[in-house]
């Protein structure tokens, strides 16, 4: 293992979407593969030290081809729910995590704004940085 890669690394957003529901205020914990090991609801997720925090919607294994994948989305935004949409795309495992923004967050839909951006593939690797602790309050979710 590379030493000046942390073990693990947090990861903050507004929601995580998987497909038994959305999560909301998520406290996402990778490996240093890039796997995701924990899940966390935080209270303030945006508020804790050593934590990358992403305004949008978390999604995991989403296709390596994220941008492909994400066109095909916002091709058929308007015929059907996201959540519906994110389960014919999102494969069953070893996909990539990325952050949806632009969305409307309370029916859950793209808009024309919508964005997408990688945030970790799983066995990329990642630069050097310090070594990540959080504290807080933060529930495990099972």
């Given at each position: 293992m590379n030493s000046c890669v942390p073990p693990f690394r947090k990861i903050a957003s507004n929601?995580?979407?998987t497909p038994g529901?959305?999560?909301r205020r998520p406290l996402v914990t990778l490996s240093a593969e890039g796997r995701i090991v924990a899940i966390a609801e935080c209270a303030d997720p945006d508020r804790l030290p050593f934590t990358e925090f992403y305004a949008g919607l978390l999604v995991a294994d989403f296709p390596a081809d994220y941008r492909a994948a994400f066109d095909e989305l916002c091709t058929h935004a308007a015929a059907r729910p996201l959540d519906e949409a994110l389960r014919s795309v999102v494969p069953a495992a070893n996909g990539c995590l990325v952050v949806l923004?632009?969305?409307e967050y309370a029916p859950l839909r793209l808009t024309p704004q919508a964005r997408i951006r990688l945030i970790?593939?799983?066995g990329a690797p990642r630069p050097c940085g310090?070594?990540?602790r959080?504290?807080?309050g933060c529930k495990s979710r099972s």
């Open positions: 929601a995580l979407w529901g959305v999560v923004s632009g969305l970790a593939a799983e310090a070594d990540v959080v504290r807080g």
